[in-house]
């Protein structure tokens, strides 16, 4: 059974950093892609950043991208967003996600609250 547990959220003002992470239990965690999501209140769950497991490339939304760092670590079956310079629209639900023979896995979600 795969399972997805995000920690790391919390509240920091605007310009900090926090680092989430995810730990994946029930499979191979270095055969499979995995990424972050994000859910504002009354929004959309949009992209956050994914890493890919076969050659290592990382891919970041518009709105991250030189901010955000996503990493892994495959012996502890665990990935991790780097956050930095947050801004208060980066608060929301953060998710990590990955599929597992066309099923898509969540994690509970960890809230990130960035104040002005």
């Known amino acids: 059974q795969v399972q997805l547990v995000e920690s790391g959220g919390g509240l920091v003002q605007a310009g900090g950093s926090l680092r989430l992470s995810c730990t994946a239990s029930?499979?191979?965690?270095?055969?499979?892609?995995i990424a972050w999501f994000r859910q504002a209140p009354g929004k959309e769950r949009e992209f956050v950043a994914s890493?890919?497991?076969?050659?290592?490339?990382?891919y970041y939304a518009d709105s991250v991208k030189g901010r955000f760092t996503i990493s892994r670590v495959n012996a502890q079956n665990t990935v991790y967003l780097q956050m930095n310079a947050l801004k208060p629209e980066d608060t929301a639900v953060y998710y990590c996600?990955?599929?597992?023979?066309?099923?898509?896995?969540w994690g509970q979600g960890t809230q990130v609250i960035v104040s002005s």
């Open positions: 890493h890919v497991h076969k050659d290592g490339s990382s």
């Open positions: 029930g499979l191979t965690f270095n055969q499979y892609t």
């Open positions: 996600s990955l599929q597992q023979g066309g099923v898509d896995y």
